[in-house]
């Protein structure tokens, strides 16, 4: 897995949609940090703490917060 930096706020963004997308690429890099040292329990982890993050950011988007 790979993720490219994203920070700051894009124009078409609210403040609490640009947090959430942070929160989202924040929990994507620990899954990629647990998935080079897989611990079964580690990587579950990550990955739900990741889906969570990434329906928030959806959630926002769609909404339009």
């Known amino acids: 897995m790979s993720t490219t930096p994203v920070v700051g706020i894009r124009p078409e963004e609210s403040a609490v949609a640009a ?3 942070h929160a ?3 929990s994507l890099s620990e899954l990629e940090q647990a998935w080079r040292n897989p611990q079964p329990d580690a990587v579950v982890t990550a990955a739900r703490r990741h889906l969570a993050a990434a329906e928030n950011w959806a959630d926002a988007r769609r909404e339009g917060a």
């Open 19 to 21: 947090s959430a997308r």
């Open 24 to 26: 989202a690429a924040g």
